[in-house]
């Protein structure tokens, strides 16, 4: 009959297609994304502007309990700091160091400070600054600097990074 002639062709191609669509799919699902040469890691810190340190570092240690580490100044960066260990993260207790502290304009805006950044760790800080700046994401250093915890950082600029002072930090 001319029905089963004309659906004989089309079971032949619907069977085709199938096939093809099959293999397409399978050749997609093997394909793994292209490996990148570096990788965000987990959350190192978040960085908090004080206007009083030893007032906010005795919230923490006295009124929370927490455990905080000793006042760290960083002349090169402007500023002191003090840890504020967590279990699962730090936060940064930020205070001005200097004239040209960096804190002290965050804070002249926000007089009772407020979150000024958050730092994520990375493998690889080289590799990631490279393929940041390639993707026209404004580092503020020209070069990563070596940051409070010893190892190099580089901060991202807010305007890029959806609002956000991002510091990623070699692991």
């Known amino acids: 009959s001319l029905l089963q002639e004309t659906m004989l062709p089309l079971q032949t191609l619907s069977r085709s297609l199938v096939r093809a669509a099959t293999q397409s799919t399978r050749h997609l699902a093997s394909a793994s994304p292209p490996a990148s040469v570096w990788s965000l890691g987990r959350l190192n810190h978040v960085a908090i502007a004080v206007p009083d ?3 906010a570092t005795a919230l923490y240690r006295d009124m929370l309990g927490a455990s905080v580490s000793p006042q760290q100044d960083l002349p090169e960066h402007g500023v002191t700091t003090v840890f504020v260990e967590l279990s ?4 940064e207790l930020l ?11 965050f804070l002249a805006k926000n007089k ?3 979150i000024h950044h958050i730092c994520i760790e990375v493998n690889d800080i080289t590799a990631a600054v490279a393929d940041v700046k ?8 020209p070069e990563p600097r070596i940051g409070a915890h010893g190892k190099p950082v580089m901060f991202l600029h807010p305007k890029d990074c959806n609002g956000v002072l991002v510091e990623l930090e070699q692991e």
């Open 53 to 55: 340190l030893e007032q």
């Open 88 to 91: 699962n993260t730090k936060l």
């Open 95 to 105: 205070h001005p160091l200097g004239e040209k502290s960096p804190i002290a304009a």
């Open 134 to 141: 390639s993707k026209n994401i404004r580092c503020l250093s």
């Open 112 to 114: 009772t400070g407020g």
